[in-house]
Every structure is written in structure tokens, then in C-alpha cells.
């Protein structure tokens, strides 16, 4: 079973592939994923989250700003910009749950 810094380098790795279906594999059947707008439960309300946001992803220059697993825990903070987005700071949390994520958090200051 893949250990939680195993999991998070597969969905960084899924991300940047910008195939939304690829980036669900991750992912718990019961997964949470918390944003500010919103909070998506389950694998089908976070696929059409990333239908939707992964397109933005193209092209995209990112920075890793500080990344640490403890336990089942990973914590992100990152920056980066492209032609669709210019993001100042941003956090990720995952809680991972045999190999899967199992909760997510993201927020992010958008320039």
C-alpha cells in the first residue's frame, strides 16, 4: 500500500497529466474535498470539480513553497502562475486513508 508521500507525489503527478479522470484514482470513494466555495463528497462531485478546474492547469509554472507528510497527513503551500491563473499562495491538506485520499482541503489567494 502506497504510504501518504507516495499518494501525493501520484496526484501532483495526475494534476500535471490534466486528465481529471487520472487525478480521481486518488481518491476515496467517500472522499471530502473542502475549498471556500464549496465542499464536494464523493468520487462524482470531485471528478466534475476537476473536469472543470484541471483545463486551467496547462501550462502552469508552480513553485512548491513547503510540502511535509506526518503520518497520514500531507501539507502543500505553493504558488505559480500561466495564462489562466496567477496564484499568489495556496494550501493543500490531504488526510490519507489506505493509499487513497480521504479528505482534502485547498485554498488559495488568486491575483
Request: glycine share 2%.
Amino acid at each position: 500500500m502506497r504510504n501518504p508521500q507516495q499518494v501525493f507525489e501520484n496526484h501532483m503527478k495526475a494534476v500535471d497529466s490534466l486528465n481529471p479522470s487520472k487525478v480521481l484514482e486518488d481518491y476515496a470513494e467517500d472522499a471530502v474535498f473542502i475549498t471556500p466555495d464549496r465542499t464536494f463528497k464523493g468520487q462524482t462531485e470531485i471528478f466534475n470539480f476537476y473536469k472543470e478546474f484541471i483545463p486551467n492547469f496547462k501550462n502552469f509554472s508552480f513553485s512548491t513553497l513547503k510540502q511535509e507528510a506526518h503520518d497520514n497527513l500531507v501539507y502543500f503551500v505553493w504558488k505559480g502562475k500561466n495564462e489562466f491563473l496567477d496564484i499568489e499562495l495556496a494550501t493543500d491538506t490531504y488526510i490519507i486513508e489506505n493509499g487513497k485520499i480521504k479528505q482534502h482541503t485547498f485554498a488559495a489567494i488568486n491575483n
